[in-house]
């Protein structure tokens, strides 16, 4: 049986940095970011920071920094990356386990910021609503919140299966054995009415000789999310909708691209 994405220390988990630093779809997200956060009133939270792809180059930046999520081996991956780091990066880097839908941490942020469709990963309209709320107590007055999320191509969200299998991001070398990790995505199941989709994705570990070392299945579920009935979220959760975006670049809104969306907390 798939496990469910992230959860474990799996082959997904060890090549999570390596795999998503060269998707189109992050392209700028970092520097996008950080000036949310040079201009925020006080320090930044990620929600569903993963591996610190983000959480780092912040506090590199000077920014202090708080990454929480729910997978223990990704903060697990991060933790090492952040004792690599020099001290005074590390001081400003944070990184706490907890669930984006019901996290109480004391204190509030000028920031808040969900990265790379963690969001999506909320798979009811309840969750989502949980979720905003939350960052909305740990927002200062006037502070910003920034949402990545994609906006739904149509012919991908037909009714069950799609039985063409496809490779979204191809071959990565593992960062310790230096093996190639191929990844595929076996199946996917859309279910429109609770607009929420699950792939089965295959990682598989190759040495140099072309030997399978190791392979493992995890399941991805997901809600997608119409951009109108995005800002209706927004706004009923407390926020004033400031931009929408179709990247990083803070290109106008765009059918099938990304959704980007910077909001404040009146």
């Not at 610190?52 to 930046?61: D, E, N």
């Not at 990066?89 to 706490?96: N, P």
């Not at 979720?131 to 069950?160: K, W």
């Not at 059918?255 to 980007?260: A, D, T």
Request: with cysteine; hydrophobic share 40%; glycine share 6%.
């Amino acid at each position: 049986m798939a496990d469910a994405f992230y959860s474990r220390r799996s082959l997904n988990v060890e090549i999570y940095a390596e795999r998503t630093a060269v998707l189109p779809v992050v392209e700028g997200d970092i520097d996008f970011y950080l000036e949310l956060a040079l201009a925020a009133p006080g320090p930044a939270l990620e929600l569903g920071c993963g591996t610190g792809r983000v959480v780092l180059p912040l506090a590199r930046a000077g920014i202090e920094t708080t990454g929480l999520d729910l997978s223990q081996s990704m903060l697990d991956v991060a933790a090492g990356r952040l004792a690599k780091e020099p001290a005074e990066v590390a001081s400003r880097a944070t990184f706490v386990a907890g669930d984006m839908t019901s996290f109480a941490l004391g204190r509030q942020f000028g920031l808040v910021y969900i990265a790379f469709r963690s969001f999506m990963m909320l798979t009811t309209p309840e969750e989502q609503r949980r979720c905003l709320r939350a960052a909305h107590s740990h927002l200062a007055p006037g502070g910003t919140l920034a949402v990545n999320l994609f906006d739904p191509l149509l012919e991908r969200l037909t009714p069950g299966p799609l039985p063409v299998s496809w490779t979204p991001n191809g071959n990565f070398p593992h960062p310790q054995s230096w093996n190639l990790v191929r990844i595929e995505v076996s199946d996917r199941m859309n279910d429109p009415v609770a607009q929420v989709f699950e792939e089965t994705w295959r990682f598989t570990e190759v040495d140099r000789a072309g030997a399978v070392v190791r392979q493992e299945e995890e399941v991805l579920r997901m809600r997608w999310t119409y951009r109108h009935e995005m800002r209706y979220l927004l706004e009923a959760c407390g926020f004033e909708v400031l931009a929408e975006y179709s990247d990083y670049a803070k290109s106008p809104p765009a059918y099938g691209k990304e959704q980007v969306w910077v909001a404040r907390k009146p």
